[in-house]
């Protein structure tokens, strides 16, 4: 990866400023307070944000509400832009605005956390660093020199975990401190559990007794089951018997009841005898005079009056024709009286005005005339012809009145001889019934002294039965009250099965519980005896190892910035020991230059094991010094040109104001200050 451009507004000293980076070594120049490492912080804010604990006001140029920084970077071949934003509000609290990543002409607006997750999968950099801040970006890339000689001042304690935490092997701190509280916890566990587990003899012997109790009360209910079983046996077989007699005695009452149905019925059959002998005495003096009745004669009468009703109506309706037409002709003949009447009187006519002569009057009465007599001949036809048609219809009413007389007389006579057939008829059925209620009567009388005789059988079952009862009815008290003691115990079993169960639940719970404590305490031997110890020798191992390669590049890195007869190597709290002929010499009694010298082979050291390390992450490629001369004599600012060199870094930004140092480099970008930071 290597930085391509950066475009700036309102961050700390500059209004605005946009800057390209080439590859290569790039030199940073101008004087102090000019702007210098304000490029270089807004290059990390451009990539990482705000960082927890930074504030704002740290970024945002006095005065101003909002900032803005534009990153543009390249990566496996890959165009990146990021834009990040920050916003005062009006409570003056500043805060991150807009977020705005884009790969390859493709943006997306995200949000700060979704940012910086992109950036640390952009930069390939581990899982375990997203939570670190920009910690891995800080001490492989850009560390401030005087960041770096705090760290080499630091207490050994402090400066060890920062180391942990750079490297990434904090992790087996954690795990011990993690052990502890572990420890801890189970230590505290198995105190809960012991006290759980103290009455745990106590419960088995109260199991074996409650278990003893048990069989005992098993066998009481064994006997009483038994003894019940018996009573049940007696009960049935005394319930067989009366049920038995039971059936006896129902058959006689059955027979009773038969008996007084049988009586009710016979009775009633003597009614209905009786009663029937009258009735066809009645019906036979109702026929005693004979009715004669002719269908035929019905039907011929029927025949003739439908002939002579239709003989009516056609008179009727001639009738009707012809005082029509009479009516007709009397107003055609009144009309030509009319007519008559009017052209007589008639002086001129009506249509052509001229004079009507008595030439043309007289023909018009004799045509009038022959009209006159053809509608009287004909008028007088018509009603000759009415009157006969007259007389045919009221003959044809009294022809008519008289069938209607002979219809209703047979329609009588036909009723009367029905009647008289029905009640022949009836007088058969009921001689029928006559002849069967005499056989039943007989029948019923003989069912009669049958049941009598079978209940002289009867007598002494009822007075059986009430012995047999009250035999029984002790048994069944017995076999009541035995069912209710064996009821009782099988309670008494089953609560004692209950207490035993959850008596034995409980048991098996402690014993689960000792078994866990068992576990537990095996676990705790493990983790103080071999867990801990392991990780303490892995920790210690992994230290070591880092320590004697870090030492071996620090010592390298330092003898290319220090004449030979000084040395320096790593303790084991990663401390400097600067030596001179085997002479240990304290870092503050250093030069400037020297104890500088030490801070950047510190800072190329771990830059270089850092990269080795995690050998996949995209920044190896670029590094930034900061004021990485400061104090540096003619000779080790020649040494830079080495430095520059060994990096094999394909963009390295740095910031000096050594003079000499421009003429190793490959870019010189100049930062003036005249009011705002500018770039020339």
């Known amino acids: 990866m290597i930085f391509k451009k950066l475009a700036i507004k309102n961050i700390r000293s500059y209004e605005d400023l946009e800057i390209e980076f080439p590859a290569g070594t790039i030199l940073l120049a101008g004087d102090i307070g000019a702007g210098k490492t304000s490029i270089l912080l807004a290059l990390q804010f451009a990539l990482f944000g705000l960082q927890p604990g930074q504030k704002g006001s740290s970024v945002l ?10 990153l543009e ?10 834009e990040r934003t920050i916003k005062k509000s009006k409570n003056n609290s500043i805060s991150q605005d807009l977020n705005v990543i884009t790969v390859d002409g493709k943006s997306d607006e995200l949000s700060t956390s979704e940012m910086k997750n992109r950036v640390i999968r952009i930069l390939n950099y581990p899982k375990e660093f997203i939570k670190k801040s920009n910690l891995l970006y800080k001490f492989t890339v850009y560390t401030p020199q005087e960041e770096m000689k705090a760290i080499i001042n630091e207490r050994p304690e402090i400066r060890l975990d920062t180391l942990r935490h750079i490297f990434g092997i904090d992790r087996y701190k954690k795990i011990k401190e993690n052990s502890q509280i572990f420890l801890q916890k189970i230590k505290e566990s198995i105190k809960i559990k012991e006290v759980q587990i103290t009455e745990l003899n106590k ?19 064994n006997n009483l089951v038994i003894e019940h079983n018996e009573l049940l046996k007696q009960k049935k077989e005394s319930e067989e018997k009366l049920v038995s007699i039971q ?8 027979i009773d009841s038969e008996l007084s149905q049988k009586k009710i019925i016979l009775q009633s059959k003597k009614d209905i005898l009786d009663r029937t002998q009258k009735e066809i005495f009645n019906m036979q003096k109702q026929i005693s005079q004979k009715v004669e009745f002719s269908e035929e004669r019905l039907k011929s009468i029927l025949e003739l009056l439908a002939k002579h009703k239709s003989i009516l109506e056609k008179t009727n309706s001639d009738i009707i024709d012809k005082s029509s037409r009479i009516s007709v002709l009397n107003s055609k003949k009144e009309d030509l009286v009319k007519l008559k009447e009017k052209i007589i009187s008639l002086e001129n006519c009506p249509t052509c005005f001229q004079t009507v002569g008595a030439e043309h009057k007289d023909k018009i009465s004799k045509r009038t005339k022959f009209d006159m007599d053809d509608i009287i001949r004909e008028l007088e036809q018509k009603i000759i012809e009415k009157n006969q048609a007259a007389t045919e219809h009221e003959r044809e009413k009294e022809l008519i009145n008289g069938y209607e007389q002979d219809k209703i007389k047979l329609e009588q006579d036909k009723i009367k001889f029905e009647h008289q057939k029905t009640i022949e008829t009836k007088i058969k059925s009921d001689a029928f019934i006559l002849d069967r209620t005499a056989n039943e009567i007989k029948e019923i009388e003989e069912q009669l002294k049958n049941f009598l005789e079978k209940l002289e059988t009867f007598k002494e079952t009822e007075k059986i039965f009430e012995e047999h009862k009250t035999e029984f009815d002790k048994i069944n008290e017995k076999s009541r009250l035995k069912e209710i003691t064996l009821a009782e115990k099988n309670r008494e079993l089953e609560i004692l099965k209950k207490q035993l169960e959850e008596l034995q639940d409980t048991i098996s719970k402690k014993e689960k519980t000792l078994s866990q404590i068992h576990h537990l305490r095996e676990l705790q031997d493990w983790l103080q005896e071999k867990f801990l110890a392991i990780i303490t020798l892995t920790e210690k191992n992994v ?15 330092f003898s290319v910035l220090v004449p030979e007869d000084l040395s320096v190597r790593l303790d084991e709290d990663f401390t400097p020991i600067i030596t001179n002929q085997d002479y240990e010499i304290e870092y503050s009694f250093l030069s400037g230059g020297e104890r500088t010298a030490v801070a950047l082979a510190y800072r190329l050291a771990l830059n270089q094991v850092l990269n080795s390390l995690l050998s996949k992450i995209k920044t190896k490629e670029v590094v930034i ?25 394909e963009q390295i930004i740095l910031v000096s104001h050594a003079q000499k140092i421009e003429g190793f480099v490959d870019h010189v970008i100049r930062v003036k200050k005249e009011g705002t930071s500018q770039v020339e």
């Open 543 to 557: 230290l070591a190892k880092l320590r004697n390669e870090f030492s071996k590049i620090f010592s390298e890195w």
């Open 73 to 82: 970077l390249e990566t496996d071949n890959q165009q990146i832009i990021l």
């Open 247 to 254: 059936k006896s005695i129902e058959e006689k009452r059955n």
């Open 61 to 70: 140029r006095q005065g101003e509400d909002h900032a803005y920084a534009k």
């Open 625 to 649: 010094l900061d004021e990485p001369t400061d104090g540096f004599s003619d000779e080790q600012l020649d040494k830079m040109r080495d430095i520059f060199d060994q990096l094999k870094a």
């Open 203 to 221: 419960l088995k012997e109260k199991l074996n007794k409650e278990n003893e109790n048990k069989i005992r009360l098993a066998r009481e209910v």
